[in-house]
């Protein structure tokens, strides 16, 4: 131990700025190296559920909220995509170390569970907004959309990623094998994505749907996207912003403590 350190103490300091960005670095390497799957993959699928849409209602369906029915689709089907991309990175990162046996390999270094959260959010914050600038790219090019405030575009696709993202930690932690991990795929991610405004303006339904949809946070990150591209929402951004950071940072608490706990990652 150096001259005049504490016990405890870590001798890189506070932060292991070196630790962290080699973990985050790890991650965002992890879906690079397969971009066909994790960012190509992606794109062609918001495209088809475009084209699906389009050819299916056409020109029929009115506006929506003044804008074309298409228009009102894009950013919804945007941030779908974005939040499915960051649950899929950090959920099948952890699960996929506990499998194989090799999570020691992040648990041992001298990271602490902060830094560990940190490190994973990273990840699924960066592949979140390569995929949702990928899609928003091609939406321009191909449907003349826009970007009415970009800032909160941004605001709701960062806080979006790190939201889901760290559902996918909770799953992945929680998840003792891969039937469990699809499980809370199907039944909690895809119907909280797919109930939430996604395909539909919430002033269509039925009271008892209207008020569920409200307790859904994921309707919060496609109104907030929405209002961010399109210039118009079914609630406050503001509304949805505190709601959002709220749900986020009970999530991400929930990640530290059991990362701190090793719950069900320390034998």
């Known amino acids: 131990m150096a001259q005049g350190a504490k016990m405890g103490t870590r001798r890189f300091g506070r932060w292991n700025r070196v630790g ?14 397969v971009w066909t799957q994790t960012l190509l993959a992606p794109l062609v699928t918001a495209g088809l559920f475009l084209t699906v849409f389009a050819l ?7 506006d929506v909220m003044g804008v074309s029915f298409v228009h009102f689709l894009a ?19 952890i699960m996929v170390s ?8 992040t648990l041992m270094p001298p990271l602490s569970p902060l830094e560990l959260v940190i490190g994973y959010i990273a990840g699924s914050v960066g592949r979140g907004l390569v995929v949702g600038t990928a899609i928003w790219v091609a939406m321009a090019l191909t449907l003349g959309v826009g970007m009415a405030h970009p800032i909160w575009t941004l605001v709701f696709v960062l806080l979006g990623a790190s939201l889901i993202g760290g559902l996918g930690m909770i799953a992945g932690i929680f998840a003792q094998k891969f039937d469990q991990m699809a499980a809370i795929t199907n039944f909690i991610i895809t119907p ?9 303006s919430i002033e269509t339904l039925p009271p008892a749907m209207y008020w569920l ?17 399109i210039g118009r929402s079914d609630s406050s951004p ?12 009970l999530v991400l ?15």
């Open 192 to 200: 909280l994505s797919f109930l939430s405004g996604t395909f539909y």
């Open 253 to 267: 608490a929930l990640c530290w403590h059991w990362f701190r706990k090793g719950y069900r990652l320390k034998a």
């Open 238 to 249: 503001w509304l949805g912003l505190a709601v959002v950071l709220a749900v986020t940072a």
């Open 56 to 62: 299916a209602i056409g020109p029929s369906r009115g």
């Open 75 to 93: 950013p919804g089907i945007l941030m779908m995509t974005v939040i499915q991309n960051a649950f899929a990175n950090s959920s099948s990162s």
């Open 20 to 33: 962290l960005a080699t973990l985050a670095e790890r991650e965002v390497r992890r879906f690079l190296a």
């Open 213 to 229: 949809t409200h307790a859904n946070p994921v309707f919060y990150l496609i109104d907030g996207v929405r209002y961010g591209i």
């Open 98 to 105: 506990k499998v194989q046996g090799n999570i020691v390999d």
